[in-house]
């Protein structure tokens, strides 16, 4: 059983990851924080996003919906900075993540998608007056690992 319990080695096994594999692993990071979003496009792309079978077409067709959810999630949290919209604007933006090429992202889109998504979870943390931003990055080595294993 892989084991995993620092950003280092998350990080590590993240970049030595197959493009496909990557997207795979983001997708999950991401449904991990979907809650936090009320744009129900996300799910869609995500099961796009998970499946090892989406075409080319497919995948660059989800990831302008999921840049349209972004865009979207981020005018509705608006000038005041309504933090449950803000978490929602960041789990868009790590479905996002997850669909980009790689190579077109310089810290890699599994990465990527995880950082957006503990943002995500930080947000909510403010909203909620809970302290369980931190909780996010052990649940992101869980599912890496158990991905890994499966």
């Excluded at 991401?30 to 497919?58: K, Y």
Aim: net charge negative; proline share 3%.
């Amino acid at each position: 059983m892989t084991r995993i319990s620092n950003d280092a080695e998350f990080r590590k096994v993240l970049d030595g990851l197959e493009p496909v594999r990557q997207r795979q692993v983001a997708a999950r990071f991401v449904e991990n924080v979907l809650v936090l979003c009320s744009d129900e496009r996300l799910a869609s792309v995500l099961r796009i996003a998970a499946s090892s079978e989406s075409s080319q077409e497919e995948l660059a067709e989800a990831l302008k919906t999921a840049r349209a959810t972004t865009f979207a999630c981020h005018t509705r949290c608006g000038s005041e900075g309504d933090w449950s919209e803000q978490a929602g604007y960041f789990v868009a933006r790590a479905a996002t993540a997850a669909l980009t090429p790689i190579g077109q992202m310089p810290s890699g889109p599994a990465w990527q998608a995880a950082l957006s998504s503990r943002m995500a979870q930080t947000s909510q943390s403010i909203v909620s007056g809970d302290d369980i931003a931190g909780q996010e990055s052990n649940q992101q080595y869980q599912i890496l690992s158990e991905f890994l294993d499966s």
